[in-house]
């Protein structure tokens, strides 16, 4: 695994923690919660407060995640909205790219993984 691949799991990781939040969330009828931020730094653990409206903006592309501003990584991706108390990025970066839309968890399996 080379390192944008290595960068592109652990970001993987926290948004799998956040589906895992907003799923909770959803169970108690809550319109805001904290979520983790989803940077690729592994040993992050800053919080973001986001209603779960945004964070279904958030992720509405497999590509996009939820930041703390300054957490951003420019050489792999690029922010497409400052909401002031987060960031969402966009990866650009082709082997983050490919990583984080394989490992996307509401991403149904591809013909061949069945």
């Given amino acids: 695994m080379n390192q944008h691949e290595r960068r592109a799991t652990n970001e993987a990781l926290f948004r799998d923690v956040n589906e895992r939040i907003a799923e909770s969330a959803e169970r108690f ?16 653990t800053d919080r973001v407060s986001a209603s779960l409206a945004e964070y279904e903006q958030v992720r509405a592309e497999p ?5 703390v501003p300054g957490h951003e990584e420019d050489d792999i991706e690029r922010v497409v909205s400052d909401r002031g108390r987060f960031r969402m990025v966009d990866k650009f970066q082709a082997a983050v790219r490919r990583t984080v839309v394989r490992l996307d968890p509401r991403r149904g399996p591809a013909p061949n993984e069945s």
Avoid: M, R
């Fill in 29 to 44: 009828d809550a319109e805001e919660t904290d979520f983790v931020c989803e940077c690729a730094d592994p040993n992050c």
């Fill in 63 to 67: 590509t996009t995640f939820l930041v």
